[in-house]
């Protein structure tokens, strides 16, 4: 199977920065779309930042010009580099991943890890 790891959260001041990896490990064919999606606290889990196989980016309209998504293919890892954070960016971040492997192609999901915004 495949597995998403993330690591790199934390708790930050109002303007500061973080940023966030996710290693994906396992019995890996190929990859597709990488990306990252957040859940605040009593919200919808909402899309942050894709990243596909043919490197186009897309980001929510939130964060656009403060975080970067960017992908490392030959470590199957994924960074969201987040800068001038704002307490409205507190939330779980999780990493996601289209994945193909060798029975198959499905979508997978890490553990999530906590970004806190805050003085």
Do not use: H
Not at 11 to 22: E, F, H, K, N, W
Not at 29 to 50: C, D, F, H
């Amino acid at each position: 199977q495949v597995q998403l790891v993330e690591s790199g959260g934390g708790l930050v001041q109002p303007g500061g920065s973080l940023r966030l990896s996710c290693a994906a490990s396992g019995s890996i064919q190929s990859m597709n779309i990488m990306g990252w999606y957040r859940q605040a606290p009593g919200k919808q889990r909402e899309l942050v930042a894709t990243f596909t196989s043919g490197g186009r980016t897309s980001y929510a309209d939130s964060v656009k010009g403060r975080f970067t998504i960017s992908r490392d293919n030959a470590k199957n890892t994924v960074y969201l580099q987040m800068n001038s954070l704002k307490p409205e960016d507190t939330a779980v971040y999780y990493c996601y991943a289209d994945v193909v492997t060798y029975v198959g192609r499905r979508d997978y999901w890490g553990q999530g890890t906590q970004v806190t915004v805050s003085s």
